[in-house]
């Protein structure tokens, strides 16, 4: 058809719609009043069937469309990672953070929000409304069970909010840190009911799992893998502010009348410790005077804001932690740069959050968003240690940093080349006025969090501070109350579990109002608690840097306070008041039942090993794997386990005229891995040991053009773990090189790097290939890679070990 025919046949339907009946009205928010929003998805009307003939005589029944209630606000949930109760200014810390402290000022702070202790219960509690055991989040993924409340897969009668949301009429989009999915369903076999973009979110842009490299990190957009970003300048907090700074404009632009419900959850600030250096530069020395005069000058500061009680006394530090002024001058010099760099990366956050927050406002609708500024998933990471690490996977390989190792890498901590990870005083005071920190759930140095509403359309009260007791949980439900909606009670065809926190919005016009969550449970890998009307029980079970239990689950010593007379958590009356204490021991017994708490699970083997534990194991028993050129991201659960023992790599390939270049098969990256490359049109096979040393194996002689085989062989040593041994490289069957490797991981490779087929990914494995110009040259046919069975001896060895540093792993996560 020409143009001149389209344009009579054009006016030919325009006329003939002269005579049509009336098109549909469209929908309003009027119309929206008479749905029932308890049923998600909100059924369709189900309209007679039409008998007119002729369509010009009928009229059309409205057009079914839902939207959200009328003035239903936009909602903005940043939750910042790993960062206490002490550490941002907004709480008396010693982090500028501005963004926050600007909030607050027209907004409120709550004093007494709290978390679970952990990472991905707290975000799966936050997203649903309902205690992390229910969602089968008791710890995290990597260490579930077949326990339910333990399994780690959130079951379909617990949807989340965003879903909630979704199906009553808002866009939804998720930017950072997803760690509610299990690591054996991220892969294209899943399932991946759990993603993001099936759990209720039209947009995700972030990552999987508990941390990742903010310079060259892993990530997804909605269900695909994106290509590392090649900017020398990128860091992932800048990224994906942009990118919800774009999806947001977007959305607005085109249906400037649909609410949105964002979560944005940083990496920042999880290990590793990423930050440019001019943020680490701003706290030049800022914290020379050491963790024992910060706790003094940040309680200070807390009592002055009125976030802590006049009279509060400062909790002593666990008996673990130096004095500072004990330390030798070098422990002092390198403990002060990790905490410059910490603080670094929390302003730099905040101020990433303040460029979203700014472009919400330019476009005319921060005054109806309800923002939910969540300082902290948990306390502050003691993880790092009593010295702190240059390189975070020597710990989970029992491979111990002394001040003395990392000293030598110190102008490189906070840069691309570490992975970097502070020492555990730092945590402490970074949880002031508390004892302890991240894990310990109880105590509310590992679950209180400072937080910051903000929503000048409803909250008239500005720079005030709330101090009624809430939750995570709590969250959920105070959206869906500011949005005008009912908690569903069935959702996608299943009955809901009912919401188990409660709104907050009754105190966001009273202060004084009277606490309406009066009850509360805390539980994470045997340290436990229970809240109620004020008074607290806990025992510490287990230190987050001590390697076991401290006394069996029934032989716990338990601690008692009162929340009301007693903030910090520092005069213990279990003994003056034993009757109250057995009150509220009984109560957490009470509600473990209730929530799915039990059985307590703090093993240590059987936990993590997933086949003991009785959760999935992608691999399961293979002993070998296929690969096929394009596969790649496959993250350490879901790729063959190579460690502490013998392996062949088959690669069939074809080389062009003039040999081949890049990489044929690589695992982890600059911080541990392997990797079977071609150089030169000759193969190489280097072991990157953490970072620390590289072996290699390398031909002399190029690969002639045409199929090729070239075959890797490593002969382990055996006798233990992270033995060394002898690799061999052949090339159509004729050996072409020769070579010992030392040492080797004996439990990780990485925590976010993955094995990439013809191309290594992300940071590079060795430096004798650039990151991200890596890809092989040639054709790969196929690669098949085969691992001899360990004896039963050594299985058990590394199974004991492997629990051991998963355990470490799993808890840092």
């Given at each position: ?27 309003d ?24 003939l ?5 009229t ?24 206490g ?10 982090i500028?953070?501005?963004t ?7 907004g409120l ?11 991905a219960p ?75 973009t099936?759990?209720?979110?039209d ?15 892993c990530?997804?957009?909605g269900?695909n ?27 607005k632009s ?10 944005f ?5 999880h ?33 002055k804001?009125?976030v ?47 460029r ?14 309800l ?25 989970f ?5 002394n001040?003395?190792d ?21 945590a402490?005071?970074?949880?002031t ?8 759930a ?35 439900p ?20 009912p919401?188990e926190?409660?709104s ?8 004084k ?5 009066t ?13 109620a ?5 806990g025992?510490?079970?287990?230190a987050p ?12 010593k ?5 929340t ?12 003056q ?6 009150e509220?021991q009984d ?13 307590i699970?703090?093993r240590?083997?059987?936990r993590?090993?997933a ?56 695992q982890?990256g ?13 193969p190489v096979?280097?072991y990157?040991?953490l ?10 002689q190029?690969?002639p053009?045409g ?5 890797l ?20 069957d ?6 010992r ?7 990780i ?34 690669i098949?890679?085969?691992v ?6 050594e299985?058990?060895e ?16």
């Open positions: 058809m020409n143009r001149f025919t389209s344009i009579v046949v054009t006016l030919i339907f325009l006329a003939s719609m002269a005579g049509c009946a009336k098109p549909p009205a469209e929908p928010h009027a119309a929206q009043t008479g749905l029932d929003r308890t049923v998600l998805p909100i059924a369709e009307p189900d309209y007679p069937h039409a008998t007119e002729d369509a010009r005589k009928a059309p029944p409205p057009r079914f469309e839902v939207k959200a209630p009328a003035d239903a606000p936009n909602v903005l949930i940043v939750l910042v990672d790993d960062m109760f002490g550490m941002p200014s907004t709480f008396g810390g010693p500028h953070m501005p926050a402290d600007r909030l607050a000022s027209s702070r709550y004093n007494q929000f709290h978390t679970t202790a952990l990472c707290t975000r799966m509690a936050l997203l649903t409304g309902r205690n992390h055991h229910m969602n089968n989040m008791g710890s995290i993924t990597e260490t579930a069970t077949a326990f339910p409340g333990n399994t780690g897969q959130r079951p379909n009668n617990v949807a989340p909010l965003a879903e909630m949301l979704r199906l009553n009429g808002y866009s939804t989009g998720f930017f950072g840190k997803n760690h509610e999915t299990a690591p054996w369903e991220v892969s294209p076999s899943g399932p991946t009911d759990r993603w993001p099936r759990s209720g979110f947009e995700f842009y972030g990552f999987f799992g508990g941390e990742t490299n903010q310079w060259a990190p990530l997804y957009h269900m893998p994106v290509e590392t970003p090649r900017d020398p300048n990128y860091h992932f907090m800048t990224d994906m502010t942009d990118k919800a700074i774009d999806w947001m404009r977007f959305q085109l249906t400037p009348d649909k609410p949105f419900f964002m979560y959850a940083p990496g920042a600030t290990a590793p410790h990423h930050v440019p250096k001019e943020w680490i530069a701003k706290y030049k020395g800022k914290f020379d005077q050491g963790w024992d005069v910060m706790r003094e000058e940040v309680l200070a500061r807390q009592i804001l009125g802590v009680p006049p009279g509060t006394k400062l909790a002593p530090k666990p008996e673990a932690i130096k004095d500072w002024n004990t330390l030798t001058a070098d422990e002092k010099k390198l403990f002060i740069r990790q905490m410059e760099i910490f603080a670094g990366f929390g302003e730099y956050a905040d101020a990433e959050i303040g979203l927050v700014d472009a919400v406002q330019e476009i005319g609708q921060l005054e109806n968003t923002v939910f500024y969540i300082l902290g998933d948990n306390g502050t990471s003691s993880e790092g240690g009593m010295s702190g690490m240059f390189n975070e996977m020597t710990y390989n029992y491979v111990q940093e001040v003395a990392i000293l030598k890498h110190y102008d490189d901590l906070g840069g691309p080349m570490s992975y970097a990870h502070m020492a555990a005083g730092w402490v005071a970074g949880d006025p508390f004892t302890w920190t991240k894990q310990v109880s105590n509310f140095g590992g679950t209180r969090n400072g937080m910051v509403v903000h929503w000048p359309k409803r909250i008239t009260a500005k720079g005030e501070v709330r101090s009624q007791f809430h939750h995570v949980i709590d969250v959920a105070t959206v869906l109350e500011a949005a005008g909606l009912p908690e569903p009670k069935i959702v996608n065809g299943t009955p809901q579990v919401i926190g409660v907050m919005a009754y105190t966001f016009d009273d202060a109002a009277a606490d309406r969550h009850v509360q449970y805390f539980e994470v890998f045997g340290n436990r608690a229970i809240y009307d004020g008074w607290f029980a025992t510490i079970h287990k840097w001590e390697m076991k239990p401290r006394a069996a689950l029934t032989d716990d338990w601690e008692l306070y009162d009301r007379t007693d903030f910090s958590l520092s005069n213990d009356l279990a003994g008041n034993p009757a109250k204490l057995k509220l109560l957490f017994m009470k509600e473990a039942v209730k929530y799915r708490v039990l059985p699970d703090d240590v083997f059987e993590v090993n086949k003991l534990a009785g959760r999935p194991d992608l691999m399961g028993d293979r002993a070998s794997l296929t690969l096929y050129p394009g596969m790649k991201g496959m993250a350490e659960n879901v790729f063959l386990n190579v460690k502490n023992r013998s392996l062949t790599i088959n690669a069939e390939v074809e080389i062009p005229q003039g040999g081949a270049n890049g990489v044929i098969l690589a982890g600059r911080f541990g891995g392997w990797s079977l490359y071609m150089k030169g049109g000759k096979y280097t990157n040991f970072g620390l040393e590289r072996d290699n194996v390398a031909a002399t190029a690969v053009a199929k090729a085989t070239i075959r062989e490593f002969a382990y040593d055996g006798g233990g773990l992270g033995k060394g041994g002898l690799g061999t490289i052949y090339v159509n004729r050996k072409v090189a020769e070579g490797i030392e040492r080797t991981q004996p439990l490779f990485s925590a976010d790097e993955t094995a990439d087929v013809g191309v290594d990914d992300a940071t590079p494995v060795t430096e004798d290939y650039k990151a991200y110009e890596n890809a092989f040259t040639g054709r790969i046919i196929k098949t890679i085969a001899k069975e360990m004896k039963t001896a299985k058990a590394e199974g004991k070990s492997r629990a051991i540093a998963a355990e470490k792993l799993a808890l840092a996560k």
